[in-house]
């Protein structure tokens, strides 16, 4: 059974917890979320990883290792996503729950205070951040953003977005440039890391097996000694006008040219419309029953992958492909004959019930694990209510093959990315 609490740590910070006694785990997240900005983005996309080197208490990587190790092997991990127009910092970590522990350790209190200890208390020499942490992390950021460009999927995926919301923040890589990167230096993070802590909107969340209580008090008293002054307003821009299609080729020494083509939904969260979207998109190249699977994939043999994904926030819907150069025309011309096929209801409902089943599947077995759970509901930060995954799958259950044209007929075309392989396979 699992219960679902919320409650205010202090101003512009929230706390909330899943409890779900399946588990022999829980975790404990910190997450932080700003309005994306190309001038600061590198150096809080930076500042997770490097809070994750050491702290005052535990001064190297490999004290603050053995202290994890202590505590029955848990993990500490930090990442960097983007919500809508929002820069989301994550540092989570992962431990035994308390229940299970040999000598009745509360691990969840022991992580929490951790955690407290690398968020607020980073192992500053001379008034900044360590030379030598900071040199490690700059080259391993910029060597992350090398492996975005290394995997061609990924890299023309990104591509699609920064051309289509040039114009907005959106369209701002989540690392920012190798060039932003490297020109950081150690007080840049630390002017980072202090409004981080002071302005930035907070949820605190902790998963599983897990008394949340403990974890709760230990974070109020960590802010109350910060001095919280006004919380950023986080807000995304969704557009849903399409001036002029927008259409860049580039060349590239691959033997895979991809296709990948951005269209605007003109509905986003938290519109009630977004189930038929999602459903919608589901029909569409979502699933392996999908038009753009069965039809552009397997009878027409155009590309190697064809999917669809809508990202709810934005209101944009990706169609991306991997194809040969000499088919890059004519998967777009099918793929825009299946949205047509779509926006004229030219679809069973078998194909409905199917999409139906996928989704809903998708969404129960969320609550499997711990990560899933939580992203499902932190997603949710911006959302006026709170809905579980089986909320959600009623909500689906219920679009019409009416809703779901309609939802069809929304969908325009706005950026085509062509990234054309240059090598022979």
């Given at each position: 059974m699992t219960e679902i609490g919320q409650r205010i740590v202090c101003s512009g910070v929230d706390f909330q917890s899943i409890q779900d006694i399946r588990f022999k785990t829980m975790r404990i997240s910190v997450n932080f979320m700003l309005p994306i900005n190309?001038?600061?983005?590198?150096?809080?996309?930076?500042?997770?990883?490097?809070?994750?080197?050491?702290?005052?208490q535990y001064p190297d990587y490999t004290k603050l290792s053995q202290r994890l190790s202590e505590l029955y092997g848990a993990s500490l991990k930090a990442d960097v996503q983007k919500l809508g127009d929002t820069l989301l910092l994550s540092i989570w970590t992962v431990g035994l729950a308390d229940k299970f522990t040999l000598y009745g350790e509360s691990v969840s209190k022991e992580l929490a205070e951790l955690l407290c200890n690398i968020i607020f208390e980073p192992p500053f020499e001379n008034g900044t951040f360590r030379q030598n942490d900071f040199r490690q992390e700059i080259r391993q950021t910029v060597e992350m953003i090398d492996s975005e460009f290394n995997d061609k999927r990924i890299y023309a995926k990104h591509r699609?977005?920064?051309i289509m919301c040039c114009n907005e923040p959106y369209g701002i890589p989540r690392f920012g440039s190798k060039d932003s990167v490297r020109k950081l230096q150690p007080d840049d993070l630390k002017e980072a890391w202090q409004r981080l802590i002071t302005h930035a909107r907070i949820r605190i969340m902790t998963l599983g097996n897990c008394n949340p209580d403990l974890v709760f008090h230990d974070f109020q008293q960590a802010f109350v000694k910060v001095g919280r002054s006004q919380t950023v307003t986080c807000a995304t821009n969704v557009i849903t006008e399409v001036a002029e299609i927008k259409e860049v080729s580039e060349p590239l020494e691959v033997a895979q040219s991809k296709l990948v083509m951005g269209f605007r939904t003109q509905i986003a969260a938290p519109q009630k419309e977004m189930s038929a979207v999602r459903l919608m998109t589901a029909m569409f190249g979502g699933t392996p029953h999908s038009k753009l699977f069965l039809n552009v994939r397997e009878k027409l043999s155009l590309c190697y992958y064809c999917t669809a994904r809508y990202n709810r926030h934005k209101g944009i819907l990706l169609v991306e492909s991997g194809v040969e150069t000499k088919n890059i025309e004519a998967a777009k011309k099918e793929i825009l004959h299946q949205l047509d096929e779509m926006r004229q209801g030219n679809f069973t409902d078998e194909e409905i019930t199917s999409a139906k089943l996928s989704l809903c599947n998708n969404f129960r077995t969320a609550s499997d694990?711990?990560?899933?759970?939580?992203?499902?509901?932190?997603?949710?930060?911006?959302?006026p209510d709170t809905q579980t995954p089986e909320q959600a799958a009623e909500e689906i259950n219920q679009v019409t093959r009416e809703e779901i044209i309609y939802a069809a007929n929304q969908v325009t075309l706005d950026t085509v990315y062509r990234l054309v392989g240059t090598e022979e396979e």
């Open positions: 190309r001038n600061d983005v590198s150096a809080y996309a930076v500042l997770p990883a490097m809070l994750c080197r050491a702290s005052k699609c977005e920064e694990y711990l990560g899933a759970t939580e992203s499902w509901y932190l997603t949710q930060i911006f959302m």
